[in-house]
Nanobody
Framework: VQLQASGGGLVQSGGSLRLSCAAS????????MGWYRQAPDKQRELVAS???????NYADSVKGRFTISRHNAKNTVYLQMNSLKPEDTAVYYC????????????????WGQGTQVTVSS
């Protein structure tokens, strides 16, 4: 399974960005796709995840500001990020796994390359 992420960039505080992640390869059985982020000198943390059935899970810090969605036919997951804050600055990674929703990064088998999101104050 290959994951190709795109959509990062530089935005001012309060602005918006949309990240996309397209899956390809042996994608049969991939049930959960999600986004993680890692800021300098911090651990990688879950941002949001979504199952093929539409069940979502969000980090408390992004609830009400970020929305994860999934287009199953396109094997693509999106992360709409609104009201961005400087503390959202990080490298964002797309991830995928078979089975149920998990939070711990090591439970995800497949990872895309990171995309940098920088929010200026």
């Amino acid at each position: 399974v290959q994951l190709q992420a795109s959509g990062g960039g530089l935005v001012q505080s309060g602005g918006s960005l949309r990240l996309s992640c397209a899956a390809s390869g042996e994608i049969f059985g991939i049930s959960v796709m999600g986004w993680y982020r890692q800021a300098p000198d911090k651990q990688r943390e879950l941002v949001a995840s979504v199952t093929s059935g539409g069940l979502t899970n969000y980090a408390d810090s992004v609830k009400g500001r970020f929305t994860i969605s999934r287009h199953n036919a396109k094997n693509t997951v999106y992360l709409q990020m609104n009201s961005l804050k400087p503390e959202d600055t990080a490298v964002y990674y797309c991830a995928a796994r078979q089975g149920t929703i998990r939070v711990v990064p090591t439970d995800y088998s497949y990872w895309g390359q990171g995309t940098q999101v920088t929010v200026s104050s």
